[in-house]
């Protein structure tokens, strides 16, 4: 899978398990604002990660993820493209 295909993966994932507008997950935009989350969706964030990329990420993992181009390079390089 590419870099670009792993990233469509995860805007229609993130779309359709948060209710949002696909169109609304850019690189630039703030992850927690545009999918509204709080504490027990980040769990279920955690939940899809591990489902559809087969790996696990902690609370840590996501310190200093605030747009999802960084959501995006931590799924990317977990992946090692």
Known sequence: MS??????????TLAEEFEVDVEL?????NLMQTLDLDSLDLVDM??????NFGFNVTGQDFA?????????KLITSRINL
């Not at 200093?64 to 995006?72: A, E, H, L, N």
Request: aromatic content about 10%; glycine content about 6%; cysteine-free.
């Open 46 to 51: 955690v939940v899809l990660i591990e489902k």
């Open 64 to 72: 200093g993820i605030k747009t999802f181009g960084d959501f995006y």
């Open 3 to 12: 870099k670009e295909e792993i990233i469509e993966k995860i805007r229609t």
């Open 25 to 29: 997950i850019q690189p630039d935009a």
